[in-house]
């Protein structure tokens, strides 16, 4: 194990990101006895008194309730051990996982967007992501069920990056208030960086990835004819 971690550093990348998710998560569930009752001094709820009682609140709670479950969820169902060892529970978290994206995480995201607190451009990225995230657990439920395995575990991975979109906007505000930054521009930008930046380089490590594949393949056979060297590159474009 550890000569692995020494020749390939990126076997620790799935540890920390779990550590991260985890210390993060629980600085959010630390301000949650602000939101029962309503703490409207709290940073998040601060002036959201007039728009907060009605439908905001069902959602709001609603949203509260899913994230850590589906962050959590996410965390399990991406460890390749556990996956191995419990297949049957892996099928069922999978289930639980997907069902409280599609009817309780989107639903509410898209219903709060509407409300975000710095305005449209803010709200829009929400909104885009609260769409992205449904695209993603619907898809991959869909090859699953079709035992298209390799495209289910893609879709699911993306998933798992845009629920992490919640990690990377608190590190995000974490970054600014220690780099003194207040500007009006910041939130609405950090609502559409929290989530495309990190799947823009986890779909840039897939192709990536995919391309040292083919390339290894193709380098690996024993290239006779001008017709095994055209299939080669093919492969790699």
Do not use: K
């Amino acid at each position: 194990m550890r000569a692995g971690l020494l020749t390939d550093p990126r076997l620790l990348l799935g540890p920390l990101t779990g550590l991260l998710v985890c210390v993060v998560l629980a600085g959010i569930l630390r301000n949650y006895p602000r939101y029962l009752p309503p703490d409207f001094t709290s940073d998040f709820l601060l002036g959201r008194d007039a728009d907060f009682y009605g439908g905001y609140q069902w959602a709001f709670y609603a949203h509260l309730a899913a994230g850590p479950v589906t962050l959590l969820l996410g965390l399990a169902l991406m460890t390749a051990a556990l996956r191995r060892r419990f297949p049957a529970w892996h099928r069922a978290l999978g289930r639980v996982q997907v069902a409280v994206v599609l009817l309780g995480l989107v639903p509410s995201g898209l219903w709060m967007s509407a409300y975000a607190a710095t305005g449209v451009v803010a709200g829009l990225g929400f909104a885009a992501l609260s769409v992205a995230t449904a695209a993603c657990a619907g898809l991959g439920w869909r090859a699953a069920v079709q035992r298209r395995f390799a495209t289910h575990e893609t879709w699911m991975t993306r998933l798992f990056v845009l629920l992490c979109s919640a990690v990377a906007l608190r590190l995000i505000a974490g970054l600014a208030y220690l780099a003194r930054l207040d500007a009006d521009w910041l939130y609405p930008a950090a609502a559409w960086a929290s989530w495309l930046v990190p799947l823009i380089a986890h779909e840039t490590w897939l192709v990536t990835r995919r391309d040292r594949s083919s390339g290894r393949r193709c380098e690996s056979e024993t290239v006779g004819t001008p017709d095994h060297t055209r299939t080669c590159r093919s492969e790699r474009t």
